[in-house]
């Protein structure tokens, strides 16, 4: 690759605002400044455009097996469409199957995206088994291969949660290995009752995926996590927070000053339960976990990223087609594979609802998209900012441009899109990765194979650009 000048720019970090140059040698950002003299391979005129850090994705699942079927986006595609969206790199969970060992796991994980990747990653390890499979001893050593992140399922009853015993020792080993807990919060004992008596009450229908999740159940679960961090001296991150009775206890623990920190997923700000009701099972579309909630919660989310009671905005891209994955739960709600996409409109999103709408500042935007999840999962500050030294991971944004969302145009494999028809003002127009052009002029120039495997930091340390790539 050659280098780089992006010129003009309004270069927005989490903390700074100003018009300046970037100039990028070598992958990564070499110089920063006004009017900078420098002959480079190829300028970008970046003038009444926004140069934004690339966007880190702390949550996606791609080429999952999931609910009797597997995610239509494997890492080219899911990689494609965030590229196209100005997400530069995520953490994807690898999901240990039952009776395998972790490295086994990993090495799964890791062929599906070899020759793929479209940008860079890193993984989390979903924790399913600690008794066929893998070991207190391995789990253990996973932050030393930069897998510094364990995620345990409080919910799926049968398929992915864990007991709380599994739960705690995973958290009291996270203690002691430097990596950072993640939960999905639901009470699945319960959710797994309700689940039984509606279906044996005849109620099939999409809705009833929400009305036997209640809020509640996420509150408790929630709260429970928090408590048992606590306990074992586990820093701990809830996922995919979606209603006021998770925030709360989040909101009390980061009063505390425990170390806690939520993140929610751009679906919650939008669509609400009454998605679920809509009729020729259109309803199926909106069926991830937790569910969408009643539209009160949209404003207590807002409020959250506002006053950074949860700290991260992520996807949790999860896409199955409607058509054939999604109706596998044609007459039963259960059988439904649960997740949605969302992965290329994140930024887009935000910025239109939260930036213009004028609910945070763009400061805060590049905080919850990019900052903190560099951060949070040790990919800082390689990713997450424009500094000179960092990774050269950058969007050109432009504010007045616009664009109706629509899974016509999105470049995910999945056959719908849960914000069809937004029109939102403000888009990528360049988006570069490590200082190679991935997307310009809302064309593709990269080929897979350009994304790499990033080794993570431990929780609460530095990733300096020099020991990342494995
Ligand atoms: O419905 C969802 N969210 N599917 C993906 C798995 C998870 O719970 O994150
Ligand atoms: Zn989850
Ligand atoms: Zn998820």
């Known amino acids: 690759m050659g280098s780089v000048l992006i010129r003009g720019g309004r270069v927005i970090t989490a903390a700074d605002d100003?018009?300046?140059?970037?100039?990028?040698?070598?992958?990564?950002?070499?110089?920063?400044g006004e009017s900078l003299d420098v002959d480079a391979d190829k300028v970008i005129d970046a003038s009444g455009k926004y140069v934004l850090p690339g966007g880190v994705d702390p949550h996606t699942h791609l080429d999952m097996p999931f609910g009797g079927t597997v995610t239509i986006d494997d890492v080219e595609s899911g990689q494609t469409s965030a590229a196209f969206g100005g997400t530069t790199c995520h953490v994807d969970f690898v999901i240990q199957p039952q009776g395998s060992t972790f490295a086994e796991?990993?090495?799964?994980?890791?062929s599906k995206a070899n020759g793929k990747q479209m940008i860079d990653m890193g993984y989390h390890m979903a924790i399913t088994d600690l008794d066929e499979g893998g070991s207190l001893e391995e789990l253990a050593g996973?932050?030393?291969?930069?897998?510094?992140?364990?995620?345990?399922?409080?919910?799926y009853k049968g398929?992915?949660?864990?007991?709380?015993?599994?739960?705690?020792?995973?958290?009291?080993?996270?203690a002691d290995s430097g990596a950072l807990v993640m939960v999905?919060?639901?009470?699945g004992d319960a959710i797994d009752v309700l689940v039984k008596e509606a279906l044996a009450e005849g109620k099939t229908e999409p809705k009833y995926h929400a009305l036997t999740r209640p809020p509640e159940t996420e509150g408790e679960a929630t709260n429970r996590a928090i408590q048992l961090a606590r306990v074992a001296g586990a820093p701990l991150y809830v996922v995919h927070v979606s209603c006021q009775e998770a925030v709360e206890p989040i909101a009390l623990a980061r009063e505390k000053g425990w170390n806690v920190w939520g993140e929610t997923c751009t679906q919650y700000f939008f669509v609400d339960y009454t998605f679920l009701e809509r009729p020729n099972f259109e309803g199926a579309k909106f069926v991830y976990t937790p569910p969408p909630r009643d539209k009160a919660n949209q404003d207590v989310l807002w409020n959250?990223?506002?006053?950074?009671?949860?700290?991260?905005?992520?996807t949790d891209h999860c896409a199955f087609n409607w058509d054939g994955q999604k109706t596998l739960g044609q007459d039963d709600f259960s059988k439904i594979p649960n997740g949605g996409p969302g992965l290329e409109n994140r930024l887009q999103m935000i910025h239109e609802f939260g930036v213009r709408a004028g609910r945070i500042s763009l400061n805060r935007m590049v905080e919850l998209l990019s900052t903190n999840p560099a951060k949070l999962f040790g990919l800082y500050p390689r990713k997450g900012t424009i500094a000179v030294g960092s990774d050269a991971d950058v969007v050109v944004f432009d504010p007045d441009k616009k664009h109706t969302i629509s899974a016509s145009t999105h470049h995910s494999r999945v056959d719908y899109n849960l914000y069809e028809g937004t029109e939102i003002t403000g888009s990528p127009e360049v988006v570069l990765l490590r200082g190679n052009v991935l997307v310009e002029n809302d064309e593709l120039v990269a080929s897979p194979g350009i994304g790499?495997?990033?080794a993570r930091a431990r929780f609460g340390e530095e990733l300096k650009a020099e020991t990342a790539v494995a």
């Not at 959250?304 to 992520?314: C, G, M, N, P």
């Open 18 to 32: 100003y018009v300046g140059d970037v100039f990028i040698e070598n992958e990564r950002i070499s110089l920063i």
């Open 159 to 174: 398929a992915l949660m864990v007991d709380d015993e599994t739960l705690f020792r995973s958290m009291q080993v996270a």
């Open 184 to 187: 999905h919060a639901e009470n």
């Open 105 to 110: 796991a990993l090495d799964e994980w890791r």
């Open 304 to 314: 959250a990223v506002r006053t950074d009671i949860l700290s991260a905005v992520s």
């Open 142 to 155: 996973l932050p030393d291969q930069g897998v510094t992140s364990y995620k345990l399922f409080m919910a």
């Open 452 to 454: 790499q495997y990033v």
